[in-house]
């Protein structure tokens, strides 16, 4: 049982890699290793949810399936129902904004398809890249850096969007050369230059 791999361990991998806020994020989550499968009950954001998988699956190999619960949710969506029925009259005046202003959210983390700027809070990697770009580039190509598509696995970093070949290239040049550990690059807009001209 000792080979096993646990929340614990997951923690102690995730902390070396992670910046503080996802770290505490994790820390916040329920887990329940069941013989189905492993349970994480909790609000967490898409990329964790990879980071999450990635580790179980591929770092500690385990053959589970990894299962994320909201619980929290339906707890909230019981207690909004129930003081609808209380007070219908200020309840309908409030829930049409609110529906309304969570809709874009909701789309935006189904999307596996994010930039820079989001990672930036959720990993160290691309926390230190921006940093180390901030120093080295002016602000518009900073700006544009931390705009471009990206989905990023923790190993590999696809981005979608055209770039200028400097800007390419620092990309290239920090990545290849990190200190702790090298990730790949693909850039997919390259790819669609070449099938247009053919």
């Known amino acids: 049982f000792k080979n096993e791999p646990t929340w614990e361990g997951f923690l102690v991998w995730a902390g070396k890699r ?102 930036i809070s959720v990993d160290k990697v691309i926390h230190e890249f921006i940093n180390h770009s901030s120093l080295k580039l002016n602000r518009p190509d900073l700006e544009e850096i931390r705009k471009l598509r990206i989905s990023y696995d923790l190993e590999k970093i696809v981005i979608y969007d055209p770039l200028p070949g400097k800007l390419e290239n620092h990309i290239r040049d920090y990545f290849y050369n990190h200190p702790q550990r090298v990730i790949a690059l693909q850039f997919e807009e390259c790819k669609n230059k070449f099938n247009v001209a053919a």
């Open 18 to 119: 992670l910046s503080k806020t996802s770290y505490e994020n994790l820390k916040q989550l329920r887990v329940k290793f069941k013989e189905e499968g492993l349970y994480i009950v909790g609000e967490i954001s898409d990329s964790l949810k990879m980071i999450v998988s990635k580790y179980f699956n591929e770092e500690a190999k385990l053959k589970t399936e990894i299962k994320f619960v909201k619980e929290e949710l339906q707890e909230k969506e019981q207690n909004f129902n129930s003081s609808k029925k209380l007070d219908p009259s200020n309840q309908e005046n409030q829930t049409q904004p609110n529906q309304e202003s969570s809709m874009p959210v909701d789309q935006s983390e189904n999307q596996d398809i994010k930039t820079f700027r989001d990672y």
